[in-house]
């Protein structure tokens, strides 16, 4: 190198390492020294000045700068292991660094649900001596990311999924989807549903209730799109007026869809609707419904009302806990709240209670027939 009073750009982070490491007394003495030439040069300084100043030879200078612009902080602060020696970081050691890495940081003492790097590198660094791995505390977050990203590890994100808490889950499962292929026997072979002549028609419903809805306002005008700005402009600020509860009910042999809008969700409100399908469907027909576990459908009001109909008036299937994907209004919801709740604003709870309902008839007015498919070729018919 002809110039020696060139500039070295170092990586994001490794200037706060190395000026932690240049003032740290309790590391090996040429770790502490290799730092403050790198920091040196970061500055500008010329090789001959960097080694007049901390009164080294100039070639322990350019090898150091050498080394961190071929391999990066880890190869220019520390030896590369020698040939029959331990290696520098030991597979106990990162064993270590796993162990850290998987437990939860309150576990720890710390306030935090999950580790960042910065909190678990200087983590490994103040426990390393303790820990019986003094190389630790001059590690570099790059080397913990590496030994991290080996072994698969990612303790910065959560994934969730849905324990399956229901013993009974795989009958419970079982039964609901033997209902789906009785609901899919009752179509001929043109899609159209078969009504029995001797036996009393089954109607099957899946039903589940979507509590608070939120009514909401704007406090200014929405701007609506034209040519030159084709977006929507709608201010920030919004004011709350409640919120509603939609139980509903849809039928898998028909699509048409029954809605119920109330104030509360009790079980008041769901003896409400189970009335309107008692009113709708002819007497001795069976009416099955498809729903979960929630208490105001197993209430004593509910089962005291129950009891005040002919046997067998309604039958309910439960879906197992946390089997609410088994239900079919799931998906409908999901396709209300695409099509029509998403970004509605309204001027008062009564309007959004009507939008509802005119949302039911325009579905009700084309309906579809929803066919559930998901495991249906393992369902047998005894």
Not at 79 to 106: L, N, V, Y
Request: negative net charge.
């Amino acid at each position: 190198m002809a110039n020696h009073t060139y500039k070295i750009i170092l990586d994001e982070g490794d200037h706060e390492y190395l000026l932690s490491l240049s003032k740290n007394r309790t590391i090996q003495a040429q770790v502490c020294l290799r730092a403050k030439i790198l920091l040196q040069k970061e500055a500008g300084k010329s090789d001959q000045y960097i080694a007049d100043g901390l009164c080294i030879d100039v070639n322990t200078v350019r090898l150091c700068i050498n080394k961190y612009l071929e391999g990066g902080i880890d190869q220019a602060l520390f030896d590369r292991q020698r040939k029959g020696r331990p290696a520098e970081i030991t597979s106990d050691a990162i064993a270590w660094i796993i162990d850290i890495a998987c437990q939860r940081p309150f576990a720890l003492g710390y306030s935090q649900e999950l580790w960042t790097m910065k909190s678990l590198h200087k983590h490994i660094q103040e426990h390393a001596r303790e820990a019986g791995f003094p190389r630790l505390e001059t590690v570099s977050k790059t080397r913990i990311q590496q030994i991290l990203k080996e072994q698969e590890i990612k303790p910065f994100k959560i994934k969730y999924y849905c324990e399956k808490r229901d013993p009974d889950f795989e009958t419970k499962m079982h039964n609901v989807l033997l209902v789906y292929k009785q609901v899919e026997l009752q179509f001929d072979e043109n899609g159209n549903v078969i009504v029995p002549e001797e036996k009393p028609m089954v109607h099957t419903l899946s039903c589940d209730e979507k509590p608070g809805i939120q009514a909401i306002s704007t406090t200014g005008n929405d701007l609506r799109p034209r040519p030159g700005n084709g977006e929507m402009w709608r201010d920030y600020e919004y004011k709350r007026l409640g919120t509603v509860s939609l139980l509903a009910a849809i039928d898998l042999l028909t699509g048409e869809a029954f809605p119920l809008v109330r104030d509360s969700h009790k079980s008041e409100d769901f003896i409400d609707l189970l009335k309107m399908l008692d009113a709708k469907y002819p007497e001795g027909d069976i009416i099955r419904i498809v729903l979960d576990n929630h208490s105001i459908h197993r209430s004593k009001k509910t089962q005291d009302y129950l009891a005040t109909l002919p046997e067998g008036r309604f039958e309910f299937i439960f879906t197992p806990t946390h089997g609410s994907w088994l239900n079919v209004i799931e998906g409908f919801f999901s396709k209300m709240t695409k099509q029509m709740l998403r970004g509605i604003r309204v001027n008062s709870k009564e309007e959004l209670v009507q939008r509802i309902y005119m949302y039911f008839d325009e579905i009700n007015a084309d309906p579809i027939v929803y066919h559930w498919t998901y495991k249906m070729d393992e369902i047998k018919l005894s």
